[in-house]
């Protein structure tokens, strides 16, 4: 790991060493159990009991309540419990308790979830209420003015874990201090500290939740802060410890590890000061200013934790600048670690209404204060060499002469093909899904492609918007293009003698043949003025002909074009088609003959596409971690192909156990497939970051016939 930069501290961070310490002593010498009346029993309260005071001096808590929990969500659950409590009892005797349960639009979800749960739960039948936000992510005071006299309970956030925003505490403050206000009011102070001065006592505040881990202490171990006087219920009632706020015996080695953080913070020395983390901002900033030249911040850097940086750059989702920062060694997320997985827009920049471009492709870099100058370095070091890899061409092949290519771009369920050939610099492109218009423009103006023709196998609406957006965006990048099929073009002999129109791309045909209002494209070796079955690489057959997509299609249209594609192509074309659902958006007839379905069935028919597939593939062929070097040893044949983009393999090319990696994306499949299968012996290792991609390249080489496909399980992250 010592390669690593972790840019991801608002997720978590590494525990201090101090706090390691702190841990295994308790855990191996002072062990006992504080509630314990003997010497050993006393020597750990000594250890709670001086964590508590220094907990209790770094955050202010005066006369206030301070119990350790597990974390944050169980401080925010018991403080929620806290409040519904009194609200219940003055239901019930009829008093006036508010009718509304307020939380900010940006706050953690454990906020919201915990309220819906607790006010279902107990019964309290409040309203959730959400506080919006304003363009720079601070809570709207006039809205929570107007909902303040009729809230029982206000949360709101001290800093937001996605943008760093620290809110307008005083100013909520003043509102809440209004005449007539009563509500109860809690702060999530998760981000705040180390990073924020403190002073709980001095405020309004009612419950401020804290989580160790968010500042170097271990995962598991938190605290809440109670008001003096503020309604309290214990969530954990049991054996009494914490002063019966928080029964269960104490998490010791969590404590004395929070307790040696709180110290180090308290003594100052570890922690950087705001200045010196916001001149380290800068450092970065303009790293990433020179590596993403368009790149955009989400949240004003005045505003904002100096060590939250989060920022979309234009043309890129979260997704791939993550993969690019990771192959790099720099980790970073795209918004909270718990959404990490769901790839979803952050409803953190929704609620602050930015366009919706930068809610889907945003990306949070957040360091812990106490990282250093050297640390810095690295890291912009790293950022910069992502620019560097990002400009790495995407359409080059690591191993291949610069030539023709077939690019699957692949978005929201559509699939799109870009035929292109490097020398002369033109490309074609088929079935464009409309979102990768301002891409595929990039793309072709970027390498001083002339697109040939924009085209679309099948004339319905969505089709047609794609072609209309590509045009859009080629024109304003200034492309040189031809929407449509080229008012110039030759004409070749197909397999079945029918002469059909087609364009020269390089040393191949592209062959268009009509059907009704649709058409289906053929690409393959120009040998003269014939393209027969047996020369076609490639068939881009729309939607229609897919299998399990044959609704609404009157099937006597669908068998037509079916049975001449049949009679055109051979049993190891590339069917590529212009829907991505649950299955890739190519396969080839020998593999769609052996699966069923439509298509299948009427291929199968076919005696030209006699290539016997494998039968039903269910399992993914993978090799352990463990065994990729005995694998690479016993196979020397064995090819590893790494899967991810070019830019990430540019960033941190793949070699495992001496061997280096060839570089064919997931979108050069289809194209590479064929050439793999005419030497089909030779065992295939794909290999990726974390081994979803290649679990997928190589269960659609199996699907397709190919034996020898295996992926590295865990991928490359449990590699190095
Ligand atoms: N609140 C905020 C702002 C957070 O960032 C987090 C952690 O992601 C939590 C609450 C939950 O903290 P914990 O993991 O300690 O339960």
Redesign the pocket.
């Known amino acids: 790991m010592n390669n690593e930069i972790y840019l991801d501290a608002?997720?978590t961070c590494a525990t201090l060493p101090v706090a390691v310490e702190a841990a295994v002593d308790v855990m191996a010498e002072r062990f006992g159990n504080p509630s314990s009346s003997h010497a050993t029993g006393i020597r750990a309260k000594r250890v709670l009991d001086e964590a508590r005071a220094c907990a209790r001096r770094v955050i202010g808590a005066g006369g206030g309540r301070l119990m350790f929990t597990?974390?944050?969500?169980?401080g925010?659950q018991t403080a929620v419990v806290s409040a519904l409590a009194q609200v219940r009892e003055r239901q019930l005797a009829g008093q006036p308790c508010g009718t509304l349960l307020v939380y900010g639009a940006t706050?953690?979800k454990?906020?919201p979830e915990s309220l819906a749960h607790w006010n279902r739960l107990l019964g309290t039948k409040l309203e959730l209420a959400c506080l919006p936000v304003d363009g720079k992510g601070r809570h709207r005071l006039d809205v929570l003015r107007a909902l303040a006299p009729e809230a029982a309970l206000v949360c709101t956030?001290a800093?937001?874990?996605e943008t760093g925003v620290v809110s307008d505490l005083a100013g909520i403050e003043a509102v809440m201090r209004e005449e007539g206000r009563e509500a109860l009011w809690m702060v999530?102070c998760?981000?705040a500290l180390g990073k924020l001065p403190l002073a709980l006592a001095d405020t309004r505040i009612d419950y401020a939740?804290f989580?160790?881990?968010?500042l170097s202490a271990p995962?598991g171990i938190?605290m809440l802060y109670v008001r003096e006087g503020a309604p309290f219920t214990p969530l954990i009632a049991g054996g009494g410890q914490e002063g019966a706020q928080r029964s269960g015996t104490e998490n010791m080695a969590g404590i004395a590890a929070f307790g040696a953080v709180l110290k180090a913070l308290e003594q100052g020395g570890v922690f950087r000061s705001h200045g010196e983390l916001a001149a380290y901002r800068e450092r970065i900033v303009l790293a990433l200013r020179e590596a993403f030249p368009g790149i955009v911040f989400n949240a004003p850097f005045d505003l904002a934790l100096p060590t939250t940086i989060n920022f979309s750059v234009p043309g890129l989702a979260s997704r791939e600048v993550l993969d690019l920062f990771d192959a790099t060694g720099v980790r970073v997320s795209a918004g909270?670690?718990?959404s990490a997985s769901k790839a979803q827009p952050s409803y953190v920049l929704q609620a602050m209404q930015l366009p919706a471009w930068r809610a889907t492709s945003a990306v949070r870099l957040s360091f812990g204060p106490q990282v250093d100058a050297a640390f810095i370095d690295a890291a912009c070091q790293r950022i910069v060499r992502c620019g560097a890899a990002l400009r790495a061409d995407p359409l080059a092949l690591s191993g291949q002469a610069r030539g023709a290519g077939v690019l699957q771009m692949s978005c929201e369920g559509r699939a799109g093909w870009l035929v292109f050939e490097q020398r002369e610099e033109l490309c074609v492109a088929i079935d464009p899904p409309a979102a990768l218009a301002a891409r595929i423009a990039a793309l072709a103006r970027s390498h001083g492609y002339a697109v040939r023709a924009v085209l679309t196998t099948e004339d319905d609406a969505q089709a047609r918007a794609g072609c209309d957006a590509l045009c859009s965006a080629l024109a304003e990048s200034g492309v040189l293009f031809e929407a449509g099929w080229p008012r110039q073009g030759a004409s070749v002999r197909l397999g079945d003698a029918s002469v059909v129109p087609a364009i020269r791309i390089g040393d191949q045909w592209l062959a268009r043949v009509a059907q009704g209002e649709d058409a289906f494209y053929l690409l393959g070796a120009a040998n003269g003025p014939d393209l027969p079955a047996s020369d076609v690489r490639f068939a881009f057959i729309g939607g229609a002909q897919a299998p399990g997509c044959a609704e609404g299609v009157p099937l006597a249209r669908m068998r037509g074009a079916t049975e001449r594609l049949a009679s055109l192509v051979n049993a190891d074309t590339a069917l590529c088609r212009s829907v991505e659902s649950d299955t890739p958006p190519w396969s080839t007839p020998a593999a769609l003959a052996h699966g069923g379905g439509v298509l299948g069935s009427l291929l199968a028919v076919q005696p030209l596409l006699c290539r016997p597939a494998l039968a039903g593939v269910a399992n993914v062929l993978q090799v352990e971690q463990q065994s990729l070097e005995r694998f690479l040893a016993t196979h020397p044949d064995a090819v590893l192909v790494d899967v991810r983009e070019p830019a990430e393999h540019a960033a941190g090319p793949a070699t495992l156990h001496g061997r280096a990696a060839l570089n064919v994306p997931m979108s050069r499949l289809a194209e590479q497939a064929g050439r793999w299968l005419r030497d089909e012996s030779r065992p295939l290792v794909f290999v990726c970051r974390s081994g979803n991609r290649s679990a997928r390249a190589a269960l659609q080489l199996q699907r397709i016939g190919y034996a020898q496909a295996w992926h590295l399980s865990g991928g490359m992250a449990l590699a190095t």
Not at 70 to 74: K, L, Q, V
Not at 211 to 214: A, C, D, F, N, V
């Open positions: 608002n997720a597990s974390g944050a969500t169980e925010i706050d953690h454990a906020v956030m800093a937001n874990n999530d998760v981000q939740p989580s160790g881990h968010k995962k938190g909270s670690a718990c």
